[in-house]
C-alpha cells in the first residue's frame, strides 16, 4: 500500500511557466518531507526538504507548500527551464534522526520542460 | 568527484544465479541504505545500516541479503536470484537527518 502518492504522474509545461507537483500522505506522524529531483541515468539527489512545523518553504525558484491537515504538499517550480526536466520524488519520514526513522519515498513525477 | 560509488553500473545475470551489487562511499557516512526502483512504485527500502557489521530490514528485504563489512562499503547480496528481480538498484549514504541522503549513479540489473 502506497503511503505516499505523487499526482501527476508525468507533467509537460511551456519554458516559462509554472509547474505544480503534488504530494499526499497516510500517516499522520510523518513530520519530514524531503523533495528529490533525478536526472535519467542518475542518482536521485535532495532538492529542498520542509518539515511539519512550517506551511511553506522557498529555496530559489522552488517552492514548498505544506497543508498538515489535508495530509497534502505540493513543490512549486516558477519560471520552468528546460534543465528541470527530470523526475520528482516526495518522500517522507516520521523523525529527523537517521537513528529512528527511514524515509517512505512516492512513485514519481516525470516533469517535461518544453522550449 | 563522486562521493558513492556502485558497481557494477549493468549486470546481466540468470535464474538461480548468485548477484553481488557493491556499493563505496567516501562521504565517512555512519548510514548507508539499498533501495530498488521500479516504475509505479518509486524508490523502495531494502536494507540498511548504521555502521560496519550492521545491517537492518528495510521494507522489502526478501531475496536479499546485505553485508557491511567497512565504513566505505554496502554489499546487496542476491543468493537465488529471480527475474522479478529484475530493476535498478540505488545505494545511499547519509548521517544524521534521514532525510539527507546521497545516492549512487544506480545499478541495472536483469535476471533472465
Known amino acids: 500500500q502506497q503511503q505516499v502518492r505523487q499526482s501527476p504522474q508525468s507533467l509537460t509545461v511551456w519554458e516559462g511557466e509554472t509547474a505544480i507537483l503534488n504530494c499526499s500522505y497516510e500517516?499522520?506522524?510523518?513530520?519530514?518531507f524531503p523533495w528529490y529531483q533525478q536526472f535519467p541515468g542518475e542518482g536521485p539527489a535532495l532538492l529542498i526538504s520542509i518539515s511539519s512545523v512550517s506551511d511553506k518553504k522557498e529555496d530559489g525558484r522552488f517552492t514548498i507548500f505544506f497543508n498538515k491537515r489535508e495530509k497534502k504538499l505540493s513543490l512549486h517550480i516558477t519560471d520552468s527551464q528546460p534543465g528541470d526536466s527530470a523526475t520528482y520524488f516526495c518522500?517522507?519520514?516520521?523523525?529527523?534522526?537517521?537513528?529512528?526513522?527511514?524515509?517512505?519515498f512516492g512513485q514519481g513525477t516525470s516533469l517535461s520542460v518544453v522550449p | 568527484e563522486a562521493a558513492v560509488t556502485q558497481s557494477p553500473r549493468n549486470k546481466v545475470a540468470v535464474t538461480g544465479g548468485k548477484v553481488t551489487l557493491s556499493c563505496n562511499q567516501t562521504n565517512n557516512h555512519n548510514n548507508m541504505y539499498w533501495y530498488r526502483q521500479d516504475t509505479g512504485h518509486g524508490l523502495r527500502l531494502i536494507h540498511y545500516s548504521y555502521g560496519a557489521g550492521s545491517t537492518e530490514k528495510g521494507d522489502i528485504p526478501d531475496g536479499y541479503k546485505a553485508s557491511r563489512p567497512s565504513q566505505e562499503n554496502f554489499s546487496l547480496i542476491l543468493e537465488l536470484a529471480t527475474p522479478s528481480q529484475t530493476s535498478v538498484y540505488f545505494c545511499a549514504s547519509g548521517d544524521n537527518w534521514v532525510y539527507e541522503q546521497y545516492f549512487g549513479p544506480g545499478t541495472r540489473l536483469t535476471v533472465l
Open positions: 518522500a517522507a519520514s516520521d523523525k529527523a534522526s537517521s537513528s529512528f526513522s527511514k524515509l517512505v
Open positions: 500517516d499522520s506522524t510523518f513530520n519530514y
